[in-house]
């Protein structure tokens, strides 16, 4: 058994929104009681379309931001009851990122070489020439040569550009790595050598990631395991394999048949969504699911589902805990 | 290692030679900047150019005009005051006390203001409240009328002169800082940054700060042509440089009396404010070009 480095458990995030002076605060709820484990050398994929709190969790997991309620422990650690800024510092040490846009997530007035020793300089207290030597060993392990360590990144391409974003993230050595939809700003030419990329560096290194996309067929491609979510919730979770091929949820279901496909016999029925993502600042009463949802009943709309085991996977669903799909 | 750095400093070269070629598409930009190199070598070489020592009295030629007016002579070319004090020596010595002036406010005023702005931008809350509501207050009041009450209290001078307007100035540094601030605090850079363990210090200086240096370059060289203007303006109401000091407000203020008899006195310090004012502004102008991306062509 490897070892668990992430252990989530009924995450809450709710932002507080001031809509003027004298009206009252509203509460977000971007996230709510999402639960997972990570373990050693695996990926979960987070995955739902925009606005439905994959973000928040990355912030949450980074440490940037502290849930409001619910227990997550890194390496088993747990981050609640940590005082030491010692600890947080190690802590932020295992998590590291990477962001989607890799045109915004380096500093245009940094050198590369800058930017891959800034982690380095913060928490380490390695020598300069220690310090470059690190950076030009991680930029040839992702493919990039020594005399672009002296280059600004609006001298590379997306796709170079997202090799130096995750160069940053490795070079503190994590255990876990967030990538928050790594690919989806890149060419598709592109996209498949940074997976390829990221496939070898967790083999190579043994690294977990937690993978948030909204491209299922990269997901496919690359997770263990699978964290459907809408609307800050969770809906289905499961192994891969299992939620790809025999997908409980509605909303999985759906998401699913709108993957384009290549196997023309294998032809799906597809499922199409009408209407638009509720606001998360006021959610649907019941499932938050059920204006979108053609199973969706009275009941629905009355009582919030909670996940419940369907084989090896587990699903909230009201529909699928009565029997009716 | 000498390989890598000759890239770097070629890098350097090609943003220069990028930056050159954005700022010479404006002819004006670069005939103010040709003007302004000649103000700051006249300033530099005032000891060498002036014919005479600026405080030189040569009572036996007072009020003279121009060389080029009837009864004017050569050696006095642009003529004399009262006193029989070389116009032109004047001017020449003045262009340091401006130019000086000038730094001394926009440094001032820029350091402070960058500081506030992003104390204030980066922390929010009630620091970011009571930074902004100072500055309007600050703003609330007139520049020069704001100046001239500090001046009356620090005492006139060309030093508290330029405190008074380097105050003044300050809120305008802290606005723009502050609003660029707000708008690379959410890029992902800076969140990365965070990811990695920066300090609140480093974020500002190191992550935002270089990010946000293009509007205040411009404002801060926009402020030095207004800086020269506000110095004359006290200069001339008496509450900048004192009277001896050829400073080029307080040469107009003491020769005002001349203005129907001896008007070149007069005319010709108030040029110099202008053509140097002119001069800047067009450079800052040039420089709003070059530096925003927005305009980039090509």
Same mark, same amino acid.
Request: hydrophobic share 45%; with cysteine.
């Given at each position: ?9 009924? @995450?809450?995030?709710?932002?507080? &929104? /001031?809509?003027?002076?004298?009206? %009252?605060?509203? !509460?977000? #709820? $971007? =996230? ?83 930017? @891959?020793?800034?982690?380095?300089? &913060? /928490?380490?207290?390695?020598?300069? %020439?220690?310090? !470059?030597? #690190? $950076? =030009? ?189 | ?298």
């Amino acid at each position: 058994m490897s070892k668990q480095l992430i252990k989530a458990r009924d @995450l809450h995030k709710h932002y507080t &929104i /001031n809509d003027g002076f004298l009206k %009252s605060s509203k !509460k977000l #709820k $971007a =996230l709510s009681g999402v639960g997972f484990d990570l373990y050693e050398g695996k990926t979960l994929a987070v995955v739902g379309e925009s606005g439905c709190g994959k973000s928040t969790l990355a912030r949450l997991l980074t440490t940037i931001e502290e849930p409001t309620s619910g227990q997550l422990s890194i390496d088993g650690i747990d981050m609640g009851s940590v005082q030491s800024k010692a600890i947080t510092k190690q802590l932020r040490q295992t998590v590291q990122m990477v962001f989607q846009d890799p045109f915004g997530s380096l500093n245009p007035r940094q050198k590369v070489g800058d930017i @891959l020793q800034e982690p380095l300089i &913060i /928490n380490t207290s390695l020598s300069a %020439s220690e310090r !470059k030597q #690190k $950076a =030009l060993d991680m930029m040839s392990l992702v493919g990039l040569r020594d005399e672009h360590f002296q280059r600004y990144p609006h001298m590379f391409s997306g796709g170079q550009r997202q090799r130096i974003a995750i160069a940053r993230a490795l070079i503190l050595k994590p255990k876990v790595v967030v990538l928050d939809e790594p690919v989806s700003a890149l060419d598709v030419s592109i996209q498949a050598q940074v997976i390829n990329l990221l496939v070898e560096l967790q083999k190579e290194l043994g690294l977990a990631y937690v993978f948030i996309s909204h491209d299922l067929s990269i997901v496919r491609h690359i997770a263990d395991e699978v964290l459907v979510m809408y609307l800050g919730k969770p809906v289905e979770q499961g192994p891969s394999e299992v939620i790809f091929n025999d997908p409980k949820h509605p909303y999985t279901q759906a998401l699913l048949s709108a993957t384009p496909s290549t196997n023309i016999k294998n032809k799906r029925q597809r499922i199409k969504l009408t209407g638009e993502l509720p606001s998360p600042i006021d959610p649907p009463n019941g499932c938050a699911f059920n204006p979108r949802c053609q199973h969706a009943n009275k009941s629905c709309k009355i009582s919030e589902p909670v996940m419940d085991t369907f084989g090896k996977s587990r699903a909230a669903c009201l529909a699928l805990d009565e029997g009716r799909i | 290692m000498s390989a890598t750095s000759s890239v770097s400093t070629s890098i350097r070269a090609q943003q220069w030679k990028e930056f050159w070629f954005y700022f010479s598409v404006s002819k004006t930009a670069v005939a103010g900047l040709v003007f302004l190199i000649l103000v700051v070598l006249m300033a530099l070489f005032a000891d060498v150019i002036s014919p005479h020592g600026p405080a030189e009295q040569y009572r036996e030629f007072a009020k003279l005009p121009p060389a080029w007016i009837e009864g004017g002579q050569l050696q006095f070319f642009l003529g004399t005051d009262y006193a029989g004090r070389d116009m032109l020596s004047r001017i020449i010595h003045g262009s340091r006390l401006s130019l000086l002036a000038g730094c001394v406010v926009v440094v001032l005023s820029m350091s402070i203001g960058v500081l506030l702005g992003l104390i204030a931008g980066y922390r929010g809350g009630w620091v970011e409240t009571l930074i902004m509501r100072v500055m309007d207050t600050i703003m609330a009041v007139p520049g020069l009328l704001l100046a001239l009450v500090l001046v009356a209290i620090l005492g006139p001078g060309l030093l508290n002169a330029m405190v008074a307007i380097a105050i003044t100035y300050t809120p305008s540094f802290v606005r723009l800082t502050r609003a660029s601030t707000l708008t690379e605090l959410n890029r992902d850079y800076v969140t990365a940054s965070k990811v990695a363990g920066a300090g609140p210090a480093r974020l500002m200086f190191i992550s935002i700060l270089p990010n946000c240096m293009a509007p205040i370059i411009v404002q801060g060289t926009l402020s030095f042509s207004t800086a020269i203007l506000d110095t004359a303006a006290l200069g001339f109401l008496g509450m900048g440089a004192q009277a001896p000091i050829p400073e080029w407000g307080t040469l107009i203020a003491e020769n005002r009396d001349l203005i129907m008899s001896a008007p070149w006195t007069v005319t010709f310090p108030g040029i110099a404010i202008l053509f140097a004012v002119l001069a800047i502004n067009l450079v800052g102008d040039g420089l709003r070009d070059a530096l925003d991306p927005k305009l980039k062509r090509s």
